[in-house]
Nanobody, 119 residues
Framework: QVQLVESGGGLVQPGGSLRLSCAASGSIFSISTMGWYRQAPGKQRDLVATITTDGSTNYAHSVKGRFTISRDNAKNTVYLQMNSLKPEDTAVYYC?????????????WGQGTQVTVSS
């Protein structure tokens, strides 16, 4: 009923930039916090950044000053602008959104998009 579709991953050189997008669709009544998480091989999934409905943001210490999260509430879409990328940013990036469908609030996840930072 609800889908999160990510796009924008790929291969980039150190110091480069990428912009990830994640669009939510389906039987959506409202969306609360949206965010991005990442999982490197052999590691747990970690928070990258979150953004509330009114635009309040939270970032992992490792990406502060380099990544910017934003959202377009009219399009049910969240973005992650990633600048000054480092090899340690290499991971699968997952979109997350807390979505109300009728009376139930549930966390939904995207399928993940690979980001590889390498020369």
């Amino acid at each position: 009923q609800v889908q999160l579709v990510e796009s924008g991953g790929g291969l980039v050189q150190p110091g480069g930039s990428l912009r990830l997008s994640c669009a939510a669709s389906g039987s959506i009544f409202s969306i609360s916090t949206m965010g991005w998480y990442r999982q490197a091989p052999g590691k747990q999934r970690d928070l990258v950044a979150t953004i509330t409905t009114d635009g309040s943001t939270n970032y992992a210490h490792s990406v502060k000053g380099r990544f910017t999260i934003s959202r377009d509430n009219a399009k049910n879409t969240v973005y992650l602008q990633m600048n000054s990328l480092k090899p340690e940013d290499t991971a699968v990036y997952y979109c997350n959104a807390r979505i109300r469908v009728i009376a139930t609030m549930t966390d939904y996840w995207g399928q993940g998009t690979q980001v590889t930072v390498s020369s």
